[in-house]
C-alpha cells in the first residue's frame, strides 16, 4: 500500500525557515519524480518544487531562491524554506508522479506571521 506522510509544518515569523518532510511508502521511490504541493485557501494546487529520479529540481517562481527540495536513499522527501513570507501560508502536499497517476500525502500546514 502507498504512503505519503509528511511532518514539519507548523507556525512560524516572516523571514524565519521551516524543513518539511515527507516519508514514502509502498513506491519504487528512486524512479518517481517528488515534488511539493501548495493550496491557499480560495486557490488552487500550486507546485511547490520537485525533484526528478536523476536528481534534477524545477521551483516554482514565487520561492525560487528561498526553497530547497531535496531527497534521500531512505525513501524521504525534504523541504526547506527560508525567509518564510505570509504568502507562503498554506497547507502543504507532498506527492509522487507514479506510472498510474499521482499520490498525495495528506497536507502539513505552514502558518506564517506577518
Not at 524554506?81 to 508522479?97: F, H, P, R, V
Request: hydrophobic content about 35%.
Amino acid at each position: 500500500q502507498v504512503h505519503l506522510v509528511e511532518s514539519g509544518g507548523g507556525s512560524v515569523q516572516a523571514v524565519g525557515s521551516l524543513r518539511l518532510s515527507c516519508a514514502a511508502s509502498g513506491i519504487a521511490f528512486t524512479t518517481y519524480t517528488m515534488g511539493w504541493y501548495r493550496r491557499i485557501p480560495g486557490m488552487e494546487r500550486e507546485l511547490v518544487a520537485a525533484i526528478y529520479s536523476n536528481g534534477i529540481t524545477k521551483y516554482g517562481d514565487s520561492v525560487k531562491g528561498r526553497f530547497t527540495i531535496s531527497r534521500d536513499n531512505a525513501r524521504n522527501v525534504y523541504l526547506q524554506m527560508n525567509d518564510l513570507k505570509s504568502e507562503d501560508t498554506a497547507m502543504y502536499y507532498c506527492n509522487a508522479q507514479s506510472p498510474w497517476g499521482p499520490i498525495w500525502g495528506q497536507g502539513t500546514q505552514v502558518n506564517v506571521s506577518s
